[in-house]
């Protein structure tokens, strides 16, 4: 049997959406975004304009990962607490860009594929911009374990091996 936290980082591999939660004012938010996990943070395309943007950024916010099984017992996710922060023009941010349109090939039909060359080129675009989700708080939910059961696990532990 594979260990939760093996188990939760091929989850967050191959997972394709998170769902962000924010909150501004006691009244709550919550949107789906296509994300790549790389070097400690979970990457991701937003509008700045958006509600979990315009609430969330450099705020505490929340994230789910999780598939969408057909039986409770085969319920896996991740529940995270964190920040969402932009994500710049990083060394790390461009090395996640690489990854991201690697991962979303259907990028290639939304974008110009110039603009997809380098990250940077993209944002000149004009396009959405780059973002980056931060866990602080990881717990994993494994029902084929019991119902609800959950593993608290160090941030740092799903990132492993990343050169």
């Known amino acids: ?6 188990k939760a980082v091929k989850l967050l591999n191959h997972a394709h959406i998170m769902t962000l939660a924010t909150s501004c004012n006691g009244k709550p938010w919550a949107a789906a975004v296509y994300y790549v996990a ?10 700045p304009e958006a509600r979990h943007i315009l609430e969330g ?13 057909f039986h409770f017992q085969e319920i896996e996710g991740l529940q995270m607490e964190g920040e969402i922060t932009k994500a710049g023009l990083t060394p790390t941010a461009m090395a996640a860009f690489s990854r991201y349109v690697k ?3 259907f990028l ?5 594929l110039k603009n997809l060359g380098s ?3 993209f944002l000149a675009a004009g396009k959405p911009k780059w973002y980056r989700f931060t866990p602080e708080t990881v717990l994993y939910l494994d029902n084929s374990e019991g119902f609800g059961h959950r ?13």
């Open 103 to 105: 991962r979303f090939p």
């Open 151 to 163: 593993v608290a696990l160090e941030p740092e532990d799903l990132f492993p091996d990343e050169g």
């Open 57 to 69: 950024e450099g705020e505490a916010a929340a994230a789910t990962v999780h598939e969408n099984p």
């Open 38 to 47: 790389y070097k400690g943070s979970l990457y991701f395309f937003s509008s």
């Open 1 to 6: 049997m594979k260990k939760p936290t093996e």
């Open 108 to 112: 290639k039909d939304l974008f110009a």
């Open 119 to 121: 990250l940077a080129g």
